[in-house]
């Protein structure tokens, strides 16, 4: 829910001031910490090192700062070979009012029929969990512990039901050359932790039309926090899962105007993980698609080049935006896409920001 993952919550204009909101309880490092040489060893301090460091599991619990989120997201299969896509996600907005918003998408990729719904509510309906989080609202459940996670929720016409294992390491995110593994510094935009777990065993139910049917398959989840504004900047993130067994986080920063400023992200694969180093990754853009609800452009095919290769994406269905007006404020692109080229694999794309850039572009028209 790459860095920032998952689709980001302007919650009216109150929650969008209060994303500016420091919360007494986090931790945040002042402005006068920004690098500067050190003497010793004439490398900039990172802004990131004032803080402290990741810790896991006591890190998978909500953390009260300014923006939170935990995401899910997969392809499962069934014995006889159907395939469904899934997202899910809770948002955290501790600002002058907190909020807490789920969003969830079921895609049949039989039929190309997907199931949408999101909820909303004030405060933040979680029962304390040691080293985890149990968050229900309106009959939906996402909660974890250290050794299993647990999704539940409803759609017109669906629901599913799922329990995962944990398998493997936290992957902890980090910019090439940090010393601060799990957190990203974004300039004047904040500083955030994140780190995720790429292949989190799945197996449960989907119920469509009343028929249930057991699935099971690799979710990948996210889970990203800390004093950071979501609406400076857009981005394009992808949660990929290759065929050798590898996982590739990456993700493309976009400014009001759509111009690039940053692209990064983590390879990683069961013997660890590393940073993208500058210049070893190109992002190209391909096909767009525009929604005829919104009228929104969005980018749904792509060339990643990297040194090992070149991926080509391209998702399973173009028509995956999700309008969380109701909830968020914004709209944005989220769906399974294909990976084909030096590698085959699966995973999921998100296009985030593409709205407020349609939305400026209109106005200069």
Same mark, same amino acid.
């Given at each position: 829910?790459?860095?920032? =993952?998952?689709?980001?919550?302007?919650?009216?204009?109150?929650?969008?001031? @209060?994303?500016?909101?420091?919360?007494?309880?986090?931790?945040?490092?002042? %402005?006068?910490?920004? +690098?500067? !040489?050190?003497?010793?060893?004439?490398?900039p301090?990172?802004?990131?090192?004032?803080?402290?460091?990741?810790n896991?599991?006591?890190?998978d619990? !909500?953390?009260g700062s300014?923006?939170?989120?935990?995401?899910?997201?997969?392809?499962?299969? &069934?014995? +006889?070979?159907?395939?469904?896509?899934?997202?899910?996600?809770?948002?955290?907005?501790?600002?002058l009012?907190?909020?807490?918003?789920?969003?969830a998408?079921?895609?049949?990729?039989?039929?190309?029929?997907?199931?949408?719904?999101?909820?909303? %509510?004030?405060?933040?309906? +979680?029962?304390?969990?040691?080293? @985890?989080?149990?968050?229900?609202?309106?009959?939906w459940?996402?909660?974890?512990?250290?050794?299993?996670?647990?999704?539940?929720?409803?759609?017109?016409? &669906?629901?599913?039901?799922?329990?995962? #294992?944990?398998?493997?390491?936290a992957?902890?995110?980090?910019?090439a050359?940090?010393?601060?593994? #799990?957190?990203?510094?974004?300039?004047?935009s904040?500083?955030?932790?994140? *780190?995720s777990r !790429?292949?989190?065993?799945?197996?449960?139910?989907?119920?469509? &039309?009343?028929?249930?049917?057991?699935?099971?398959?690799d979710?990948?989840?996210?889970?990203?926090? #800390?004093?950071?504004?979501?609406?400076? $900047? @857009?981005?394009?993130?992808?949660?990929?899962?290759?065929?050798? @067994?590898s996982?590739?986080?990456?993700?493309?920063?976009?400014?009001?105007?759509?111009?690039?400023?940053?692209?990064?992200g983590?390879?990683?694969?069961?013997k660890?993980?590393? !940073? $993208?180093?500058?210049?070893?990754?190109?992002?190209?853009?391909?096909t767009?698609?525009?929604?005829?609800?919104?009228?929104?452009? *969005?980018?749904?095919?792509?060339?990643?080049?990297?040194?090992?290769?070149?991926?080509?994406?391209k998702?399973? =269905?173009p028509?995956?935006?999700?309008?969380?007006? &109701?909830?968020t404020?914004?709209? *944005?692109?989220e769906?399974?896409?294909?990976?084909?080229?030096?590698?085959e694999?699966?995973?999921? =794309?998100?296009l985030?920001?593409?709205?407020?850039?349609?939305?400026?572009?209109?106005?200069s028209?």
């Amino acid at each position: 829910m790459i860095i920032f =993952l998952a689709a980001l919550v302007s919650v009216g204009a109150v929650i969008a001031a @209060g994303l500016h909101y420091l919360s007494t309880t986090e931790r945040v490092p002042s %402005t006068n910490m920004a +690098a500067v !040489p050190s003497e010793a060893s004439q490398k900039p301090v990172e802004r990131t090192a004032a803080l402290p460091a990741l810790n896991l599991p006591a890190d998978d619990a !909500p953390h009260g700062s300014a923006m939170e989120w935990w995401y899910y997201s997969g392809i499962l299969g &069934a014995e +006889a070979g159907q395939r469904y896509a899934f997202h899910m996600v809770v948002f955290v907005a501790n600002g002058l009012v907190k909020h807490t918003v789920m969003h969830a998408a079921l895609t049949d990729l039989q039929t190309g029929k997907r199931y949408l719904s999101q909820t909303r %509510t004030g405060g933040t309906p +979680a029962t304390k969990v040691a080293n @985890g989080f149990d968050f229900r609202q309106q009959g939906w459940q996402v909660a974890a512990s250290p050794s299993s996670h647990f999704l539940r929720a409803g759609f017109d016409g &669906a629901s599913i039901a799922f329990d995962l #294992g944990v398998a493997g390491p936290a992957v902890a995110h980090r910019a090439a050359g940090s010393d601060t593994p #799990g957190l990203l510094d974004f300039g004047n935009s904040g500083i955030s932790y994140y *780190y995720s777990r !790429p292949r989190l065993p799945a197996q449960g139910n989907i119920v469509i &039309a009343g028929k249930s049917l057991p699935v099971r398959g690799d979710l990948w989840f996210d889970h990203q926090w #800390g004093e950071f504004d979501v609406l400076t $900047l @857009g981005w394009n993130w992808f949660a990929l899962h290759l065929a050798d @067994g590898s996982d590739l986080m990456l993700y493309e920063l976009f400014d009001a105007d759509g111009r690039k400023v940053m692209t990064a992200g983590t390879l990683s694969n069961a013997k660890g993980s590393r !940073p $993208l180093q500058p210049g070893e990754v190109a992002l190209v853009p391909g096909t767009t698609w525009t929604s005829p609800k919104t009228g929104i452009a *969005y980018v749904v095919e792509w060339r990643i080049e990297l040194p090992s290769g070149v991926l080509n994406i391209k998702p399973f =269905l173009p028509d995956s935006e999700f309008d969380s007006g &109701a909830t968020t404020g914004n709209v *944005y692109w989220e769906g399974p896409v294909k990976v084909s080229g030096s590698q085959e694999g699966q995973g999921f =794309l998100e296009l985030s920001g593409y709205d407020r850039l349609s939305a400026r572009q209109s106005k200069s028209k």
